[in-house]
């Protein structure tokens, strides 16, 4: 679904009329809002002084045994963030990443020039890219249908309110796979850089009728009573045609660690707080800002979050803690992060990216456009068609899949 991108500065005046009437205590919320945030930012603060992590751990063991308890589950929710430890071995996970440098390097990756590369996460200025554009190698495609993946995300999943009153919004046991890219930083590297941001577009989120709907509490009497895991709404936002906008439903973003990593090996940044969203769509309501303006939100792009507009929720923002190989990192899609500006460490920080997009309508219709570049070796839909890998030696192909790794990929759709 779209939204109409014809005169956006009126459209935007004409909401906030509409939600100041709607609304006439917004600045008192707000007001209210900022207290609890900034007692929220200010914990995270001390305790990143201290040297502690904010962002929940998790052992998959204790997923696969049920034994995850009420207070971790709490803390996921607070933070929309986690750290999924040992989904994968270390073993198999370096043993990925050999197999992965072994694809691009017995490819020519690395000496491939074209004018079309894909700019959205970086300018790309050093000699070897840093985000590597590749889809379909083997190990890519076996840490997507891993059983291990699928129980993962399952959990996760059902942290959101995924049906009501017989409605279900998505089906959490049921994964689709949202085919996307690889990470390679190398020592040194600066290129990669990414200041702090939401995905999933920007001005959607207050234009959009579906997103109206999934915020809808934030703009009534009661702002307190949002929740950010209703999945109501929510796998049918609208969106505008963007590189930088994924066309898929994700319940959570993420990635799976093929190397060790953490702070200062330019990898990635949270605002580990689910309250950061409702400062960030309440923020342009305020006497402060112009009347057509939303605060760092441009259409066709992700939602900036700038010392400008949104300085107190800057101040939170932290990088992820050491992760080892096989080790998994998931944030909820409208949580603010970033990526550190320079890789310190003295190791290649690598990481498949994998997010977790449950089966539903809008899912199943991005599967029907992922099909084909799978069997051909093209770029997924939803990037830059650089199609590096049709002529790929050992590129991953339909007997590659296992039966889940079909399901997931949408070659047998009634199973």
């Not at 308890?69 to 198999?92: E, H, L, M, P, Y």
């Not at 969203?277 to 342009?284: E, G, N, S, T």
């Not at 992060?337 to 890789?343: D, I, K, N």
Request: proline share 6%.
């Amino acid at each position: 679904m779209s939204i109409d991108t014809t005169n956006i500065p009126e459209q935007i005046i004409a909401l906030k009329r509409r939600i100041h009437e709607q609304c006439p205590n917004i600045t008192e919320h707000f007001r209210e809002l900022e207290t609890i945030l900034a007692e929220e930012i200010d914990s995270i603060e001390s305790a990143s002084k201290r040297g502690e992590s904010v962002i929940p751990e998790i052992a998959f063991s204790d997923i696969v045994a049920s034994q995850v308890d009420d207070t971790a589950i709490k803390a996921v929710k607070r933070r929309g963030a986690v750290v999924i430890r040992g989904v994968f071995t270390k073993k198999k996970a370096s043993w990925w990443y050999e197999e992965l440098e072994r694809y691009l390097e017995t490819n020519g990756y690395f000496e491939q020039d074209d004018p079309e590369l894909d700019h959205y996460f970086s300018d790309l200025k050093a000699d070897r890219p840093q985000i590597c554009a590749v889809y379909w190698s083997k190990p890519q495609v076996e840490a997507r249908q891993s059983p291990n993946l699928a129980q993962t995300r399952s959990f996760l999943n059902r942290l959101w309110n995924y049906q009501e009153n017989g409605t279900q919004y998505f089906d959490p046991d049921r994964e689709c796979t949202y085919v996307d890219r690889v990470r390679m930083r190398q020592p040194g590297d600066t290129s990669l850089g990414l200041s702090p941001h939401i995905d999933g577009g920007s001005i959607e989120r207050w234009l959009g009728d579906n997103y109206q709907q999934a915020y809808r509490s934030l703009f009534s009497s009661n702002w307190k009573s949002y929740n950010p895991f209703n999945g109501a709404f929510r796998p049918e936002v609208e969106g505008i045609d963007s590189p930088a906008v994924c066309r898929a439903f994700r319940t959570w973003q993420g990635w799976t660690a093929l190397t060790k990593q953490g702070p200062g090996d330019g990898t990635l940044q949270l605002i580990p707080t689910t309250l950061s969203i409702d400062y960030v769509m309440l923020r342009p309501f305020q006497e402060d800002v112009p009347e057509d303006m939303l605060c760092g939100a441009v259409e066709g792009r992700a939602q900036a979050i700038t010392d400008e507009w949104h300085s107190l929720l800057l101040r939170g923002l932290v990088s992820i803690p050491k992760v080892n190989p096989g080790d998994t990192v998931w944030w909820h899609p409208d949580v603010v992060h970033a990526v550190e500006h320079e890789h310190q460490g003295s190791n290649v920080s690598s990481v498949l990216y994998i997010g977790s997009a449950p089966w539903c309508d809008r899912n199943v219709r991005y599967l029907e456009r992922q099909t084909q570049p799978f069997l051909e070796g093209r770029s997924a839909p939803d990037f830059a068609p650089e199609n590096y890998e049709l002529a790929y030696t050992n590129r991953a192909s339909l007997e590659d899949l296992t039966e889940l790794g079909r399901r997931q990929m949408g070659f047998d759709k009634a199973s």
